[in-house]
């Protein structure tokens, strides 16, 4: 009787833990499809048609062109939408990518600011947002997020100075482009600890 009593109990733990488990991964994969989804909502332009053709809404969200997943978690950690001919505005929705290490947009023709809320990014090693037409000041949160070493910023319209908290408080900082912007006032001392 103590075996069955054992057996019952383990095989309804395992099937608690199994329909938590498999909630917890469709919660993710939904929170994840939902900031694309914004980030799709956002685009204006898109001259090759690759939002049509090949971010299809039957199709897994790893599977769609520019976004690679995690093979374990199934969770996006990588956005390469480079020369896409993308032309908006970024979703602040992208925050919710929380796997994500890599993002690069570079050559397009995004405007207005980088949110904010990309500050939520706190697996972010590289962003690549170059060759743009974004506007105002160099964002300072970028030093905030703990993992960033590469930071490409250039060919955009960023104005004002390289604000120093930038270079301050990260210390895995190892590249800053900002070359062909309108950026004025002194370059920080501080550019000098970069590594590379």
Not at 177 to 183: E, M, T, Y
Request: aromatic share 8%.
């Amino acid at each position: 009787m103590d075996k069955l009593f054992f057996f019952i109990t383990v095989a309804v733990l395992s099937i608690n833990c199994l329909a938590v488990c498999s909630a917890r991964i469709v919660h993710n994969l939904t929170t994840d499809q939902e900031a694309l989804d914004a980030f799709k909502t956002r685009i204006i332009s898109d001259p090759n048609n690759i939002l049509a053709n090949k971010w299809l809404t039957n199709t897994s969200i790893c599977n769609l062109i520019g976004v690679s997943c995690s093979r374990k978690r199934q969770r996006v950690t990588a956005l390469d939408f480079s020369n896409f001919g993308f032309s908006g505005t970024i979703a602040p929705h992208l925050r919710n990518l929380s796997f994500l290490s890599y993002l690069n947009i570079s050559s397009n023709n995004f405007t207005e600011v980088i949110p904010l809320e990309l500050s939520h990014l706190r697996r972010l090693k590289e962003i690549d947002m170059g060759s743009n037409n974004f506007t105002g000041v160099v964002p300072s949160w970028l030093g905030t997020i703990p993992e960033l070493q590469h930071i490409f910023l250039d060919n955009n319209s960023f104005s004002g100075s390289i604000p120093t908290s930038l270079l301050h408080n990260n210390s895995k900082l190892q590249t800053l482009q900002l070359a062909d912007n309108f950026l004025n006032g002194h370059i920080p001392q501080e550019i000098r600890n970069l590594s590379a």
